[in-house]
């Protein structure tokens, strides 16, 4: 069974960065496309859709709303995604979980239900 483990959140100002890490236990992309997703859940409201990356070209997506803060990369530690978050506002506070899906399309990644190997995530808080 694939495991996904988050670490990095915490509670931060407003303002502060974050580098959030995500290792999984087993990648395999030789023959299917590999997507690793962050996604946050807020207090109270649905989950949402953060940024993507591709395994094997490095594309990522991000989502509109979080594009001029947030980045996804691949690290040089083995399996392991991050995802980088700047100038950290109030609104951001939420649970962040990263996924896995293989074999979707760039469209596909997404939404989140297309993903179904998932982390337990980790809570981000950030306090004005």
């Known amino acids: 069974q694939v495991q996904l483990v988050e670490s990095g959140g915490g509670l931060v100002q407003a303002g502060s960065s974050l580098r959030l890490s995500c290792v999984v236990s087993e990648l395999t992309c030789n023959l299917y496309d590999c997507y690793m997703a962050w996604l946050r859940q807020a207090p109270g409201q649905e989950r949402e859709f953060v940024a993507t990356i591709n395994w094997k070209t490095g594309t990522a997506r991000r989502a509109a709303a979080v594009q001029d803060r947030f980045s996804i990369f691949r690290g040089s530690a083995k399996n392991t995604v991050y995802l980088q978050i700047n100038s950290l506002e109030p609104r951001d506070t939420a649970i962040y979980s990263c996924?896995?899906?293989?074999?979707?399309?760039?469209?596909?990644?997404?939404?989140?239900?297309?993903?179904?190997?998932w982390g337990q995530g980790t809570q981000v808080t950030v306090s004005s």
């Open positions: 996924a896995l899906a293989y074999g979707i399309t760039t469209m596909q990644a997404t939404d989140d239900h297309w993903y179904n190997h």
